[in-house]
T-cell receptor, first 114, second 113 residues
């Protein structure tokens, strides 16, 4: 069974640019969550999508956005990149997004902003 | 102050030692308590989860939750070098907020042969 796939794995951008990251969840999983991981702040919740609708949102500025497609694949976008956006962006999927909601994470997309 | 505080590391133990990892939290609405393990250059993987208070055992791993004290622990018995990783506690309210987990900062464990 394929796991959660994130692309690209590594990317380098410059300040002011925008970036789009992609996540393919485990087949059958309808909930996709995004997290940012940095050495200073740890793992922080960005947002969650369930059945193409944003269900929960973390405390990040509007430059961070996402969407989910009908096949449950998800993308997140960061506009007007800042140096502080350098981080590992993790996507996690779960079966139905309720109850215990066991999250299965992808390997992440490591973004470096120069 | 963060909602979830995790004992900082790093932690270094000899092979075969018993390891105790701990987290405290402030949000009494948390119902689900998880432990994840993260190896370098990988995403976190779920080790165990517990609903509400109590203990749960899985092989060499035991998770304990004390909601009255807002304190959770993960014990690793007979630790192995392959257990060397960063351990993250996480908590969730559940329900329609189940996709949002709040994580501790992680404790890096090294088990020396």
């Amino acid at each position: 069974k394929a796991g959660v796939t994130q692309t690209p794995r590594y990317l380098i951008k410059t300040r002011g640019q925008q970036v789009t990251l992609s996540c393919s969840p485990i087949s059958g999983h309808r909930s996709v969550s995004w997290y940012q991981q940095t050495p200073g702040q740890g793992l922080q919740f960005l947002f969650e999508y369930f059945s193409e609708t944003q269900r929960n949102k973390g405390n990040f500025p509007g430059r961070f956005s996402g969407r989910q497609f009908s096949n449950s694949r998800s993308e997140m976008n960061v506009s007007t990149l800042e140096l502080g956006d350098s981080a590992l962006y993790l996507c996690a999927s779960s079966l139905q997004g309720s109850g215990a909601n066991v999250l299965t994470f992808g390997a992440g997309s490591r973004l470096t902003v120069l | 102050q963060k909602e979830v505080e995790q004992d900082p590391g790093p932690l270094s133990v000899p092979e075969g030692a018993i390891v105790s990892l701990n987290c405290t939290y402030s949000n009494s609405a948390f119902q689900y308590f998880m432990w994840y393990r993260q190896y370098s250059r990988k995403g976190p993987e779920l080790l165990m989860y517990t609903y509400s208070s109590g203990n749960k055992e899985d092989g060499r791993f035991t998770a304990q939750v004390d909601k009255s004290s807002k304190y959770i622990s993960l014990f690793i018995r007979d630790s192995q070098p392959s257990d060397s990783a960063t351990y993250l506690c996480a908590m969730s309210v559940g329900g329609t907020n189940a996709g949002k987990s709040t994580f501790g900062d992680g404790t890096t464990l090294t088990v020396k042969p």
